[in-house]
């Protein structure tokens, strides 16, 4: 106890320049934080395409007429969940509680697998209406941009399933609880990617 | 050992006591951000379809919405705090919302520009037409 706190207090003192390395926990999470934020940038460019060419619709059909408000709420509800379950696991993680953690994950993947379902029944309705991305400037900025979501969900799911085997195999190691963290900054951030995407495309789509 | 004096990782929790305390007071955490994203959300899709409100006014409405439920997400999921064991984390965060707020705000911005200066007013068409 004496020890740690001694410990703690010359750590205050020392300057930054000779702390040391962060531990590593800390500089991988920070670094994934990083590329999550480029991948935000890269997101905020489609975006940009899209409310620019929402109203290009060429004849076609517009958000309003495509869009269904019940299948979007859904959508919002499954993957607000599962970023919630995905917290009660990292929950799980930490106090590495193997059972807490596969549940926390079975949810998680299932809601995500539940949001990508419906997205994609989305998708294949449109396109057999032949209202595809080929249609207009909106569709395919539209397909561009959800698209890129839902790959991005789909990403997380195969991730997802690559982690609980290394749970199995591996335990708690800390590469794997390293990853782990990594895996829910990502899930977090692909939700607050959705908050912006049922906002700007589908509730305004559905008002203009 | 112990790393208070460090930087905390995006999306680590800080750590008020141990063991069974701790992980009650992080589902009370998460609980807590998943009832006000819901709220949000509800509230969202409310004012998107209801005729009570002023109708030009309801995008602005609904960014704002959304601009909240992106801060309970950051605050109550992702962990950022503005305590100085996260400046790191949330200086990236600034920087890249100021380059998604350049791209986006840039962007409508140059091509509305565009839009009402590549078509000539009705007036200026006839004035053409009559030379």
Redesign the interface.
Known sequence: MNVAVALSDVRLDVAASEAGPAPKRVVVAYGFWIFLLSDIVMFATLFAAYAVLARATDGGPSGAQLFSQASVAIETACLLASSYTCGLMSLAVKSRRGLGTYFGAFVTFALGLAFLALELREFADMIVRGDGPQRSAFLSAFFTLVGCHGLHVTAGLVWLVVMMVQVGLRGFHPTVQRRLACFSLFWHALDIVWVWLFTVVYLMGVRA | ????????????PSMPAE?EE??SA??LV??I??LL??GL?AT??W???TGLLW?PG??LG??V??VA??GI??VF??HITTGPDNT??VL??A??IL??LL??V???WI?ANLNDNMMPPPELMNLHMRH
């Not at chain 2, 050992?1 to 680590?12: C, F, L, Y």
């Open positions: 050992m112990t790393d208070n004096a460090s930087d905390r990782p995006p999306g680590e063991g701790r992980e992080g589902v998460y609980t951000g998943l994203a819901v959300t969202s899709f004012v998107a379809n109708g309801v995008p609904l960014v919405l959304a439920q992106m997400h950051l999921f992702l790191n984390n990236a965060l920087f890249g380059t998604v791209v986006v840039g962007s409508l091509m």
